[in-house]
């Protein structure tokens, strides 16, 4: 970390001049997204600041025991003094939070660990060495000698584990365990964040898992499952879109090198999951149905009916297991 | 730790005096057993020592990452004048390992993290607050001036994975990612072992977790599904045991505040895994019906048919809930 130094201590000073801080995140915002926004509100406020937390799409309610999670608004109007703008790459996307004619001449801090970020910032600290987001709050405020409270280290704490999710990604380094041993030190509840914010779920969505797994074909190393509407409606399920951890599921097993799972969606388009064992490019694929992601973890979305994406897929699929 | 550092003073004397090193763990070794044999087995060859590593079970070929696991022998006849034994409550749990004859005079160094242990041993490193005997074991070592090798701290980083569930277990402290933190900076590479010990799995288990979720009932807040010999002759299911994950899945359900998994042996008994959330009991259930565990999971064996058994136990569970 720390890759621009005088990006830090602009950002600082920035922060301990500023008044009324108006703190954003990325629609549909993640557990990185979230505990980062929450984390540096509550540090700043800490430090007698105005601070609003605001976002496109309200927090899922899996991390509603995080303190102050209702405060962040929908809506960013007010008088602001500065924009910090957390774990988002592009302006594009803050979605409809993001007002040009009222933020736009506001001083910017941009906190990002995305390498694909366009440094859109006054000023930027972007360091993709980190796990996530939260790991690079945690650092600015060490830097800036901001005492950490129990609320601030379960907000940092919960971005660190839902961006590695529980420290299985590739991401994670001696350094985000480092990050996580503080955040505990400092009042998080390790065990109960992992429990809240990766593994808690609906029944709906064990439903869903365990028909799709009961459907799910195996084709040489290729594991594949579709989940329509009508599947769904059959199985009761409230919720419109997801796979219930489909996916992530198949890709765990010694027989599957690569998994995908197609989602029917009400407007009948095909939503698809990628996943890859270590080795194997998914990515690829999905950028070339006009989606994208990572080796490991990609997606696009398709035209429906369910047949005809999966008979585009599925052969595509089959020819990376071949040539890897 | 350290909870007697004269016993860890005793053990470190006794280790190093030693020249043809018997290592042992229980029976149906757990990640922590292999980890923390395997780690302190290359750890003392390290030192110049003889040690063989033995166990009445082969270790699940889940942990065939470990170097020299292959090495863990299922008889233990030999000339030692050192037995070690670990993550081992009582003799019993050793099996047919333990040769009362030529065992029975050895020194022996019992090191484990249970709080039943007997203290068994000639000298006894017991510490019930560590997360895993391996963290027990990366202690000793490090007492001892061993130098950490990846070998060694994949090994105990294994045990501190599994025995934690990653990290989502109540014994999670923040010495236990000190102690993963250091494993990793010697060369352990967590998320591949986290992928290997914890979440990896045949595809076969995937097929009865799809079947019991399909299949598994909400009561109340009461999950509960059944596994048929009869339904794993249909899914083709080779394992003649196991849930596949069933009960660990079912608790994770928000709607949730008790699962229970009830699992037809070849022999016609049923095999019973229970869990409960955080705030509620099984333990108590469990051990009723001649079985045991702690207050979150625990399991009983109880004769068939499987319809004989859910009535017994179900109405039980309910009883739980209510009284919680």
Chains 1, 2 share one sequence.
Request: some cysteine; hydrophobic content about 45%; proline content about 5%.
């Amino acid at each position: 970390m720390l890759s621009n130094p005088s990006a830090w201590a602009d950002a600082e000073g920035l922060l301990r001049r500023a008044h009324a801080i108006l703190a954003v995140t990325h629609v549909s915002p993640d557990g990185d997204a979230i505990g980062s926004l929450m984390g540096l509100t509550h540090a700043l406020r800490g430090l007698g600041k105005t601070v609003t937390p605001a976002c496109q799409d309200p927090p899922h309610p899996r991390f509603e025991y995080l303190k102050g999670v209702h405060d962040i608004r929908q809506s960013a109007e007010g008088d602001f003094d500065l924009l910090v703008v957390l774990d988002t790459s592009d302006l594009a996307r803050l979605g409809t939070i993001f007002l040009p004619a009222q933020h736009g001449r506001l001083p910017m801090v941009v906190i990002d660990h995305h390498v694909t970020n366009l440094n859109f910032g006054t000023v930027n600290i972007v360091e993709p060495t980190a796990s996530s987001t939260a790991e690079i709050v945690l650092a600015l405020l060490k830097k800036m000698g901001v005492p950490l409270t129990p609320d601030i280290a379960s907000a940092l704490l919960t971005g660190v584990i839902t961006d590695t999710l529980g420290f299985r990604t590739s991401n994670t380094t001696s350094n985000t365990l480092a990050a996580a041993m503080e955040l505990m030190q400092h009042g998080a509840p390790l065990p109960e964040i992992i429990r809240r914010a990766l593994v808690m779920r609906s029944f709906d969505s064990l439903r869903l898992l365990g028909a799709g797994l009961s459907s799910a074909k195996l084709e040489g190393r290729l594991a594949y499952a579709t989940l329509s509407q009508k599947l769904r409606r059959e199985l009761g399920v409230q919720e419109e879109r997801g796979d219930g951890g489909l996916v992530g599921t198949l890709i765990t097993a010694y027989e599957v090198d690569v998994a995908a799972v197609f989602v029917e969606l009400t407007s009948g388009e095909i939503e698809i999951g990628l996943r890859a064992q270590p080795g194997f490019d998914v990515s690829q694929v999905a950028l070339e149905f006009g989606g994208g992601g990572h080796a490991a973890a990609a997606g696009c979305t398709l035209p429906g009916p369910m047949r005809d994406a999966v008979n585009r897929v599925i052969p595509r699929l089959k020819r990376v297991i071949e040539e890897t």
